[in-house]
């Protein structure tokens, strides 16, 4: 018998009839003789609406009674997707990630999956039972609460399709696949048939919405096929899998943007490595994520570094540089808002090459400023204007020859 892990999203939870929806999709897999595992989120919005009823008490609501709260969202969901099965005449088990074995590491809002003692999932589905498991949530050693980060149900279902060995996972949202852009971006995006788990990995990083990055990760070491598809529209979907067992190596596979970028220069730091050091480890000590780093050479005693950060970290990083002027003993800070980036993913870089130049050339071509650039063997990251991003995707998507025909159908 085969066994299936499926996942639902806010948006295909959204209301009792889009519950029912889902009850209907899983009765249909079960009765194509499969086991059932299937995990959901809170509904629609609950869990925004459920982080500002903290914001009313607290600016800083204490995160322990934050996880408390938040994973009552996806136990609502559990409870009633099990009914609506229950009245279609199926054997369902709601669990909290706690009753299903879901072990993290003690840190709330954002834990990891440690471990899963699949022992209570595996007698529910000996009995013929659907299991259905809250997302985003599991217990500490401690037996705290824990979420795993915004986004992390798709964590929650791709740790369980690996701890029970599943023969695919599911995971069912409310666009069609994963897109070559942003279709929002480029209107001439088409849904990718396949994509490697490496390229998907980037994608999610570059924050393409669409998977939890680290349940990416976490295919990726696994080896759990993943499907992404609609939970609206019956369309085949997109696969994430090894390269290995793909039909075609493109060389660039997907755009993808960030409209949220700031860049910092701190220039005249002295120049020895002790001073890149103290500057990172600074700003790492106020959890600040820097981005792309550059540096050169100023004069002969003194270097420039410039990097990138998300711009709601902008003011906060300036700030730490500025409040340790003396002991960073740098000549000046320069720092700039309204940037983007702009992404080219694709595995068949590595052996392809050019896809710089040609990625320049097109910008160029398009008026778009770079003013930063950074690479991995699969990816190419260029900083520009605000303003330009639109065109740079769309102008990048059809130089690489990414662009459809006719519009897709997104959902
Ligand atoms: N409900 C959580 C969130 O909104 C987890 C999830 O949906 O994956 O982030
Ligand atoms: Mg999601």
Redesign the pocket.
């Known amino acids: 018998m085969r066994l299936v892990v499926q996942k639902f ?2 948006s295909s939870v959204s209301s009792v009839e889009h519950i029912r929806m889902v009850a209907q999709r899983v009765a249909q897999t079960y009765a194509q003789g499969n086991q059932c595992v299937v995990t959901v ?2 509904m629609g ?4 609406q459920l982080v500002s009823l903290a914001g009313e008490l607290s600016d800083h609501p204490p995160q322990r009674e934050m996880d408390v709260l ?1 994973t009552t ?2 136990q609502v969901s559990i409870a009633l997707l099990s009914m609506a099965l229950q009245e279609k005449g199926l054997k369902a088990h709601p669990m909290t990630g706690w009753q299903a074995g879901i072990q993290t590491s003690p840190i709330h809002g954002r834990a990891r999956i440690e471990g899963i003692d699949t022992q209570r999932i595996r007698h529910c589905l000996e009995q013929d039972e659907i299991v259905v498991v809250a ?2 949530q599991g217990v500490s050693e401690e037996g705290e609460i824990t ?10 279902a791709v740790a369980l399709a690996a701890a029970l060995r599943a023969d695919r996972c599911e995971i069912y949202t409310d666009v069609t696949g994963v897109f070559t852009a942003d279709p929002r971006m480029a209107p001439l995006a088409g849904k990718l048939q396949e994509i490697s788990f490496e390229e998907m990995l980037e994608l999610a990083n570059l924050g393409a919405g669409v998977l ?1 990055p680290r349940s990416v990760e976490c295919a990726m070491i696994h080896k759990v096929p993943l499907v992404v598809r609609s939970s609206f529209v019956d369309e085949e979907g997109t696969w994430v899998k090894e390269a290995e067992k793909m039909k075609e190596e493109l060389n660039v596979r997907g755009i993808a943007h960030d409209l949220h970028v700031a860049r910092i220069k701190v220039l005249g730091l002295p120049n020895q490595s002790q001073a890149l050091t103290k500057l990172f480890s600074k700003l790492a000590d106020h959890h600040i994520n820097v981005d792309m780093i550059v540096t050169s050479e100023h004069d002969d005693e003194r270097i420039d570094v410039a990097f990138s950060v998300h711009e709601d970290e902008w003011k906060q990083a300036c700030g730490v540089i500025e409040s340790c002027a003396t002991e960073l003993d740098y000549i000046k800070v320069l720092s700039e808002t309204n940037l983007a980036k702009v992404s080219v993913v694709g595995a068949g870089m590595v052996t392809n090459p050019g896809v710089a130049a040609k990625m320049f050339t097109s910008l160029s071509d398009a008026g778009v400023r770079i003013k930063m650039v950074s690479t991995s063997e699969i990816k190419i990251s260029c900083v520009i204007p605000w303003d330009q991003a639109k065109d740079a995707v769309q102008e990048l998507h059809s130089a690489f020859g990414l662009d459809v025909k006719e519009k897709a159908s997104v959902g």
Request: hydrophobic share 15%; aromatic share 4%.
């Open positions: 999203g806010g989120s809170a919005k609950t869990t925004d938040l969202g996806e997302g985003f979420t795993l980060g915004r986004g992390g149900s798709d964590t929650t939890h």
